[in-house]
Every structure is written in structure tokens, then in C-alpha cells.
């Protein structure tokens, strides 16, 4: 079994999409997600957190000690049912969700999904296993320089029945993408919530290993120019940490090579990172 950790981290996490749609919002039709008020980019936490589910679901295969609870298509009361089932024998058969048997669930879940007890999650949906604070937590990301969503037209050149093998009409399709955005995401890891949960070294491993490759494994259509730039972690010597993480995020700085232009890839952009001064931290550049 991998040790809890026993450091705090942060990282700023950079990564950018190419003629894609890094998450589309469908209170819009699917479009980018932009910031209304300045035409700046979003990429939901969710939208993040999802990706690393999938990377840990394909690397791990699914199963226990790091199967996945928040899955597509999953039945979470299922999940949560079985592990009342799993503690039972320990109360003895006790019957209902009494406090001690939902604690015991609780454990339960954390021990048998990495997203548990790496983001938390609420199980009081069927029967109870209660609530978990995760350990890690991911920001809205935000793009460098305002985007530019585009609406392009489609067409389908097939047609679905026989009847209408030699009509001239196409269907029209619709597809959004942006031709460029550099996202920054800022992320948080908690030693002191890990120990509740159970987030070990492995598991902090895997977390970092999720962010270097998840994008490799989710290519579509719609998102074939997404990659990540850079991984940039703060490291404390302490369980509760050594320096404000908003003072070490402004350490990172992001600037565009040719002032007023209009980037249209990562090389348009210069990244730096001031190391001068620190205390009790530790700069790692794991991208």
C-alpha cells in the first residue's frame, strides 16, 4: 500500500486547442465556452475532471483499488448500494444507514475509487455513504488572449434512405471550433483532506500522469488539436504548506512574444517561472 501523502501541492497547468472545441457549452448550441463580458475562453473544472477519470478508467482498467464511481452511463446508487452490502457483515447485519454503517461506506468507497477519494464525492443519492471533501481540486480554466469561436457549415453528402438515393439535397451540419486559445488552469492538493481519503503517493502519481497524457486519449472529431504545454507544481515541505498559493501562481508568467498580435500557436507565447526566494517550496516542471 502507497504512503498518504505529506506534502501540500499547487500547479499551474497550461494547455491549448488548435482548430477545436475544448468544451462546449450547450446552453449554446455547443459553442466554445467564452466569457461574455471580454470574449475570453472557459474550460469547466468538470470538463477537466472528466478527462482524468477517463485516463485513470483506461490505465487502471477499471478496477478496485482505482476503479471509477462518476463513469459514463453509470449507476451511482448501484455502486453505493453495493457497498452498504460489502460492510454489512461488519455491523453484523444490522439493518438501515445508521451512522456507523454510513462511515464505514464512506471508507469503503474511498478505498475502492481513485475519483473518490481524489475529488470527493456526494453519495446520499440512494442509500447513504455520506459526503467526501476530495484532496484535489481543479479551477475554471481560462484562455490566455480572447478567442474566436467559430460556427462552420457541414454538409452530408450521404443520404439515410433508399427514397432519396437521387435527390440533389444535402444535409447541413453544424461544427464549432476556435482556430486558437492557450488555456492556464490552476489546481490544489491537499495533504491534510488526503488523509481523510486516503489519496496516496500512487494516486498523486497517477493524478500527474493524467494530465501529461489525457488528451491523447480523447480525440474526436471535434477535438483533435488539444495538448498540454506545460506542468508547473509547487511542492511544500509541509502538510500544510509553506507559501500562499496565489502568491507562487504569480510566479508564473505567461507572455506573448510579439506584443498586440494575434496568437495562433503555443510558440507565439514565452512561459517563465521565478524561482528567486523561495522558501519551503519546491519548483517542479513536470511538462
Known sequence: MSQMIKNRYEFVYLFDAVNSN?????DSGNAPRIDPQDGYGIVTDVCLKRKIRNYAQIVKENKRPNAIFIEHHGVLNEK??????AVKTKLKGEKGA???QVGLARQWMCNNYFDVRTFGAVMSTGENAGQVR??????FSR???PVLPLDISITRMAVADAKDENSLNQTMGRKNLIPYGLYRCHGFVSANLA???GFNEDDLGLLWDSLKMMWEHDRSAARTGMAPRKLIVFKHQSVLGNAPAHQLFERVKIEKLIADSIPRSYDNYKVTVDESGLSGVEVMKLI
Open 22 to 26: 475544448p468544451n462546449g457549452d450547450p
Open 80 to 85: 453505493i448500494k453495493e457497498a452498504h452490502e
Open 98 to 100: 445508521t451512522r456507523e
Open 134 to 139: 476530495g484532496p484535489v481540486q481543479i479551477s
Open 143 to 145: 484562455s490566455l488572449d
Open 195 to 197: 488523509q481523510d481519503t
